[in-house]
């Protein structure tokens, strides 16, 4: 009587087992065949590793290390706001033409409208530039000895294919 009392035990609980198997197999296929199906991440954004860079203050202390985060992370709300706020300025310039204005209105906004056209045309800034011109002093050399031989921002910029407004704001910190 004591082995035939633990079979329908046995059964039970082998066949859970077997069940949880079995739903498991098929829960980790259908994850492998969505993976190999939508590829490697492919809903994330693709930004490529930046490569290592002699600026870096990776080896620093801790508390640079901190300052360097939080200024990379301002820089990028600060480039978030700025592109928010161009294309604000372009829809609201895109609103502007399309209206239905008398010539005398026209003729008042007409200057603003212009400015702001050629604002948004510029498009932002590239703050990254900035940062990284910045903490590369052989660039922040060579652009400070161009400036010094009398060449202006946009021919440094051209030379050295750099950004025009990381040369500007290079420039313009130098005194300080």
């Not at 590793?49 to 990028?76: A, F, I, Y």
Request: with cysteine.
């Amino acid at each position: 009587m004591g082995e035939e009392s633990y079979a329908p035990y046995l059964m039970f609980f082998g066949g859970l087992i077997l069940l949880i198997w079995l739903l498991m197999r098929r829960s980790w296929q259908g994850l492998r065949r969505a993976k190999k199906e939508r590829g490697k991440d492919d809903y994330l954004a693709r930004t490529p590793r930046p490569q290592t860079k002699e600026w870096t203050m990776s080896d620093g202390p801790r508390e640079l290390n901190q300052w360097q985060v939080e200024m990379l992370e301002r820089t990028r709300e600060l480039q978030a706001i700025v592109d928010t706020k161009l294309l604000v300025l372009h829809r609201t310039l895109l609103k502007v033409k399309a209206a239905e204005l008398t010539a005398e209105q026209r003729a008042a906004i007409e200057p603003v409208v212009r400015e702001s056209q050629v604002l948004a045309d510029q498009g932002a800034p590239n703050f990254a530039a900035v940062s990284e011109l910045l903490c590369d002093d052989e660039k922040k050399l060579e652009v400070y000895q161009m400036a010094d031989e009398g060449h202006s921002a946009e021919e440094i910029a051209n030379q050295l294919q750099l950004d025009l407004y990381a040369v500007e704001t290079v420039l313009g910190l130098r005194g300080t």
